[in-house]
């Protein structure tokens, strides 16, 4: 079973940054599929960036992609999502996900939310003036 806890949301000003954390246990993060996924009000899940536990390959959404950066201490078993120029449209619920299988992202849409099977209770991030 692996657990997994978002912290670090919070309300702040267009351009500001923020630091998402998301801390597992039960799996080692350095060998595990991590997403990040984002849920504002009245739309769908989204997907928002993603970490291979396979061969440590990175993606990005085109719509964070030069502002968000993932990353990952294997010492403290937590995956972070670093938010810089965050806008208005930033604006949502952030989830961590977790596919415990190191699959190749060449073989799996790690965009599509079927494809994890453990999420976070999520984080609030709101960006307003």
């Known amino acids: 079973q692996v657990q997994l806890v978002e912290s670090g949301g919070g309300l702040v000003q267009p351009g500001s940054s923020l630091r998402l954390s998301c801390a597992a246990s039960g799996r080692t993060v350095s060998t595990t599929n991590m997403g990040w996924f984002r849920q504002a009000p009245g739309k769908e899940r989204e997907f928002v960036t993603f970490?291979?536990?396979?061969?440590?390959?990175?993606y990005y959404a085109e719509t964070v992609k030069g502002r968000f950066t993932i990353s990952r201490d294997n010492a403290k078993n937590t995956v972070y999502l670093q938010m810089n120029s965050l806008k208005p449209e930033d604006t949502a619920v952030y989830y961590c996900?977790?596919?415990?299988?190191?699959?190749?992202?060449?073989?799996?849409?790690?965009?599509?939310?079927?494809?994890?099977?453990?999420w976070g209770q999520g984080t609030q991030v709101t960006v307003s003036s």
């Open positions: 996900a977790a596919d415990p299988r190191p699959r190749s992202p060449l073989l799996i849409d790690y965009r599509r939310t079927s494809e994890y099977d453990y």
């Open positions: 970490i291979s536990g396979s061969d440590s390959s990175i």
